[in-house]
């Protein structure tokens, strides 16, 4: 079975700053998906970024981009220019690209933007 | 835009009552999934569906079932609500995998606590 793993359960960054957030994975297989998505208090959890497995470009989103190491199984996700905006939950996910489109989750990491 | 409705935002039940969760879903996916979210957890999948009177168990299934009679509309059912069901309760939906990997929307979460 697949497994995520996030070591940091909490990250702080001063405002305008760059901060990266930690993701391991376990898996067997070849061909899957990496997300990051983003939980504000809210709740509403928002997709942030999304890699496939069998690109070997690293995903860009305006301010957000990854770090993917296949060899490794390391995801991890950048933020540059940290906005007040970005305080949340953040959780790092798997899917496989094939069967069952359960998402495998990470613990988390809460992230805190210190103004 | 995708739209995933959660009927409630916050629930308080009872021990041993049955308990209704509703999620509706508007962009005529087919896959639909109820996750349970708890600190330093992470999401854990209770069950899934890809159509309409189809589910699957996920990692945590025991204490719960699910209801699929239609496809915009997946209901978690708690048979008899114990303590240790008290949690952040997250509805997602998804198209297939033909969709080119389409990733999972979620709705904003019911909070339910078991008295």
């Known amino acids: 079975a697949q497994t995520v793993t996030q070591s940091q359960p909490e990250m702080s960054v001063q405002e305008a700053e760059t901060v990266t957030l930690s993701c391991t994975y376990d898996t067997s297989e070849s061909d899957y998906y990496l997300f990051w998505y983003k939980q504000p208090p809210s709740r509403q959890m928002i997709l942030v970024i999304r890699?496939?497995?069998?690109?070997?470009q690293n995903a860009t989103e305006n301010r957000f981009s990854v770090n993917f190491q296949k060899a490794a199984k390391s995801f991890s996700l950048k933020i540059s220019d940290s906005q007040l905006g970005d305080a949340a939950m953040y959780f790092c996910a798997y899917r496989s690209a094939m069967g069952a489109q359960k998402l495998v989750f990470g613990q988390g990491t809460r992230l805190t933007i210190n103004p | 835009d995708v739209k995933v409705t959660q009927s409630s935002r916050y629930l308080v039940k009872r021990t041993g009552e049955k308990v209704f969760l509703e999620c509706v879903q508007d962009?005529?996916?087919?896959?639909m999934f109820w996750y349970r979210q708890d600190p330093g957890l992470g999401l854990r999948l209770i069950y899934f569906s890809y159509d309409v009177k189809m589910k699957e168990k996920g990692d945590i299934p025991e204490g719960y079932s699910v209801s699929r009679e239609k496809k915009e509309r997946f209901s978690l059912i708690l048979e008899s609500a114990s303590t240790n069901q008290t949690s952040m309760y997250l509805c997602?939906?998804?198209?297939?995998?033909?969709?080119?990997?389409?990733?999972?929307?979620f709705g904003d979460g019911t909070r339910l606590s078991i008295l």
């Open positions: 890699q496939e497995a069998y690109k070997q």
């Open positions: 962009m005529d996916h087919e896959n």
């Open positions: 997602a939906s998804s198209p297939p995998l033909g969709g080119g990997g389409g990733p999972q929307h």
